[in-house]
């Protein structure tokens, strides 16, 4: 297959790559990265055709805007991945500025070397993107989870060879002229691999999307949809985890409530109460240990799970989190003087099986409502069997 057809190849696939992720994008959230990868992929086809249509040698200045798209199709990709990552990407402004750059470089270059100038420093740039998309990659794959790395790996290594390719026919069009861009072995093997690049991309990066649905709608089934901590789903999975271990460790549950939440909703509306829940949720998960778990439970209720440790430690975690509550400051909606919460904790005594874990459950609940009756905004531990009284100060 002569290199003009495999260009064509290319350029179709890169449209309709581009096209499909502007109709799954059109479904995911603004800061995705879908979009801004089909802008790259559409820009990048069309400018290959344009090019090709206007042939190689056409000296007109409007043809140095095919390659400012070229080169504008990378950036979009760089910065659709960073979205998609959760990370900055380059701003409008920013784009513009090494557009414009990139023109008056490329003006230069063809007053200087000629076409041969033109297209060496078009691939030069590319390559470069390129090479700036992978490394973005590989910083990513410190950070990402086990399931994201797989995609992120395939895509650096596809993307990895096409910078090198890219910048190897930079250096060889400097060397040899614009002749050799469509001709020679070289050139045909070099959009042979564009045109295997351009498929195994928008796969690729369909895998990243899978990832991240699943991932998402994993959460979902997992994860409280108001406070973020895990619902009763959740719960269940981690209990299994801990207790399928080879080594259980003795597993503390700490019953938490917050003090007077009907008040919150009275005087201050349902939409205060749902902040306050928000704000409790997040102070427990801040304050707990990596090991430990934060369930919400029922309304304003929680569970706390501390792993390992003796009763010292599930009760100094106790204290923590009553006291990461209290200094919560909640916003009021007259933006009067701040809300104030209070938690009572209830605290078991430690299980080490499936079995024995509603009655751990259970007396963390006696413990709570023994708090509450004391008082509220305290810790009070379940005794041991045998212990004469219901609770005790932790």
């Not at 998402?216 to 789903?233: G, H, K, P």
């Not at 928000?278 to 998960?285: D, T």
Request: aromatic share 6%.
């Amino acid at each position: 297959m002569d290199p003009v057809t495999l260009v064509i190849v290319l350029a179709i696939n890169l449209v309709c790559v581009g096209g499909l992720f502007h109709l799954i994008g059109r479904g995911m959230p603004p800061r995705s990265g879908l979009q801004h990868w089909s802008a790259g992929a559409v820009l990048f086809g069309c400018a290959y055709v344009a090019r090709l249509a206007a042939g190689l040698s056409n000296p007109q200045a409007w043809m140095l805007l095919l390659d400012a798209a070229m080169l504008l199709a990378a950036l979009l990709f760089i910065g659709g991945l960073r979205r998609f990552l959760g990370r900055a990407a380059p701003t409008a402004t920013q784009l513009a500025a090494l557009i414009v750059g990139f023109l008056l470089a490329q003006g230069a270059m063809v007053a200087a070397a000629g076409q041969g100038g033109r297209y060496a420093l078009l691939n030069l740039a590319l390559g470069l993107a390129y090479a700036v998309l992978v490394i973005d990659n590989l910083r990513a794959l410190s950070r990402e989870g086990r399931p994201l790395r797989a995609p992120l790996i395939v895509l650096t290594l596809v993307m990895g060879l096409l910078a090198a390719l890219t910048v190897v026919r930079g250096v060889h069009i400097a060397q040899r002229g614009v002749e050799v861009m469509y001709r020679g072995g070289f050139a045909q093997a070099y959009y042979v691999y564009a045109s295997l690049a351009a498929v195994l991309l928008g796969l690729n990066l369909l895998w990243m999307v899978f990832v991240r649905l699943h991932r998402q709608l994993a959460e979902l089934a997992s994860r409280d949809a108001l406070t973020r901590v895990l619902n009763r789903n959740g719960l269940d999975e981690v209990l299994a985890r801990h207790f399928a271990a080879r080594s259980v460790q003795p597993l503390t549950l700490l019953q938490v409530d917050i003090d007077h939440f009907k008040r919150i909703n009275d005087e201050h509306g349902h939409a205060a109460g749902d902040a306050a829940l928000h704000a409790v949720a997040q102070a427990l998960a801040r304050a707990v240990r990596g090991s430990d778990f934060v369930a919400r439970v029922g309304g304003e209720e929680f569970l706390v799970g501390c792993v390992g440790g003796d009763a010292g430690t599930a009760a100094a975690l106790a204290e923590r989190l009553r006291d990461a509550v209290r200094s919560l400051a909640l916003p009021t909606p007259d933006g009067r003087a701040p809300m104030r919460c209070t938690v009572s904790v209830g605290i078991s005594q430690p299980c080490t099986s499936r079995a024995g874990w509603d009655a751990a459950w259970r007396e963390a609940d006696r413990a709570l409502y023994a708090a509450k009756r004391a008082g509220r905004d305290r810790v009070l531990s379940a005794q041991p069997p045998g212990a004469q009284g219901a609770s005790m100060p932790a």
